[in-house]
């Protein structure tokens, strides 16, 4: 195993591969065709919204696992994140193509998401940037979008209050759009510092 300056040794990133949250981590994964099939090989909208808003709420089930018996993981801290985000964008890009959520709204969630995801990505790996914590709002935002996407889903299907689906992703949807865009403006000092703090070790 490396180790650092002190000596000491350093987790690698297959460190605690085999823990009870990355299972759940994979579980969720591993969901996500059966959800692309059940809304277009079934062509089943509100069984596919469950699934979808399942796998929003229970985004914080591995997080909470790996907390509650000391589990944490240098290879869970970024499968976790990473399937959380592939899980957002499929899931959106299925709702763009089936024609059931609005166009404008969840390209403007998606591009925020790859950008996000894109530097994340170019600051750990090429400037080996310190990885940091999901501000609350950024968790709040998160929130919002993972529950908006499952309404406008569900409001396209032939479920008898469809309606109200609808109207429920239109007051969570703008906020957490909001929210979103707002967090990632806010990201930018804690990237740079985090740049500064990988490139100095």
Known sequence: ????????????????????????????????????????????????????????????????????????????????????????????????????APVWFSIAVLVREVLVGATMVIATVAFSMERFDVTWWGKTATFLLMFAFPGFLMGASNMPIASAFEVAAWILGPPGLILSWYTAVAYVPAVRAGIRSGRSH
């Open 1 to 100: 195993m490396p180790r650092d300056k002190a000596g000491s040794e350093r987790p690698t990133l297959l460190s605690g591969l085999w823990t009870w949250p990355n299972l759940i981590t994979a579980l969720r994964l591993a969901c996500l065709p059966v959800f692309v099939w059940v809304l277009f090989g079934l062509e089943n909208r509100h069984i596919a919204a469950w699934m979808l808003g399942g796998l929003g709420a229970t985004d914080w089930v591995d997080g909470y696992v790996a907390r509650r018996l000391n589990q944490t993981s240098e290879f869970g801290k970024v499968f976790d994140p990473t399937v959380d985000r592939l899980l957002f964008v499929v899931g959106i890009v299925s709702l763009i193509i089936d024609g059931s």
